[in-house]
């Protein structure tokens, strides 16, 4: 069982796995830009298809930079590094927009093809949640192709509901209350 150590939000969170691999969580910064783009490079046209929508699609240099300084009152970004021995590289990332609405958020994940059923997105996901209410939000939404069954098992293990987002069955919208009020169904 990886053993894991927890620090402020503001701060790294560590665990180790049982390969040796040092995970740390963390929020992404500006030298973070080159390992995102690996990381960005390493996906398949499946992964690109669930995350973004689109298979072919590739988020620019630009759009790292942007992401990698981004202001944190309109969105967070974080990321898992596994270290081992000398080497370091990203395995998964997550985001959240802050100001979805007044007191909403809404978060994507993203874990590497080789890195998955480990747990990284569970662990992404409820860092996300703990900010959210940190920052005072009433509810995170997630919204996912209907057919991503990973993205759904993920979300309705971290307690999220489905809801009808009048957009039919291709796209599922998922939300948590964070301050225990009962959704719209
Ligand atoms: C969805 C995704 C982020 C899950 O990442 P992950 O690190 O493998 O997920 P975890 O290991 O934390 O799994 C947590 C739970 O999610 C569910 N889950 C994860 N992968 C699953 C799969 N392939 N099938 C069904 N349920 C799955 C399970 O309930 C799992 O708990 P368990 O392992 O105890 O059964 C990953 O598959 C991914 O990056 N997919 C491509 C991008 C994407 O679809 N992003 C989501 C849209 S924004």
Known sequence: MPSSRHTPLAEAL???????HTLVLRRIMPADVEPMLAFQRGLSFGDRYFRYGTPAYQPSQEDIQRQCS??????RHFIVVAHRQDRARIVAAADCCMRLEADACEFAILVDAAWRRRGLARWLLGHLVDCAREQGL???VGKTLGSNLAMLGLARGAGFTLLDGGEGPAIATLSL?????????
Request: charged residues 40%; negative net charge; glycine residues 8%.
């Open 138 to 140: 009433r509810r995170m």
């Open 14 to 20: 560590m665990r180790l796995d049982a390969d040796g």
């Open 177 to 185: 209350s964070l301050d225990g009020t009962e959704l719209p169904v």
């Open 70 to 75: 981004a202001d944190p009152e309109e969105s």
